[in-house]
């Protein structure tokens, strides 16, 4: 997508249907009275600019999408490819993922999590500011439906492994293999489309609720 600016979007389209702001949701928030409908519930954590929930939602019509993206305009960009795809099974959530989990969903009610090329926060004094805290994973775990998935990718060796690690210790989340075919050119995400178009490694880890 050409770059615009949010003036332009904002003049241009009205994107009031696929991007709404965190205080603007309803607490509790069940999706399924959200949207209307019961239907599986997939949450993605920091959608980018949004090639993700477009595509899967486009791709997967029977179940009900939501991102959540700190970056207005990033969710701005997110709701304009919603709005593009005309998909009606996703929005795009403006606020900070970590809010919107702990203090608006409910127990049990994510079927499949997704979590893409979270921040890395290089420099080890940082590493606090990573998405992935024991108090952050115990609330994915809570939120997940029994049988409901966690996917988690990065580019980040380090932060895998210590990401992996860490839920293994904090949550009573399974750990699955992830079985992936590489060798086409259809990537999930931009950043995977951007490491794996350097020849640089995705580390990729899915976990189970029992
Ligand atoms: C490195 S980018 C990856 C984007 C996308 N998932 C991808 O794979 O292309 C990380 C994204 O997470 C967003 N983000 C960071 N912290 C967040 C938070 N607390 N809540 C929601 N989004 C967040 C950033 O604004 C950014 O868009």
Known sequence: MRRKSLRAIRE???????????EQLPRPLVPSQYFGQ???FELEIGSGKGLFLSQAAAATPEHWFL????????AMYTALRLLKAQVANARVVHGDAQRLV??????AVVWQLHIY??????KKRHHKRRLMTPAFAQQLQRVLAPGGELHFWTDVA???QAARDMI???????PLPVELDES???FRTHFERRTRLEGRTVYRARFRRS
Do not use: K, N
């Open 67 to 74: 991102g959540v993206e700190i970056s207005l305009r990033y």
């Open 158 to 160: 380090e932060y895998f």
């Open 168 to 174: 293994e210790q904090s949550t009573r989340l399974e």
């Open 38 to 40: 019961e239907r599986p």
């Open 102 to 107: 702990a203090d608006y969903l409910p127990d």
């Open 184 to 186: 086409g050119e259809t």
């Open 117 to 122: 090329f979270p921040d890395p926060w290089w």
């Open 12 to 22: 241009q389209y009205d994107l009031s249907g696929y991007l709404v702001e965190l």
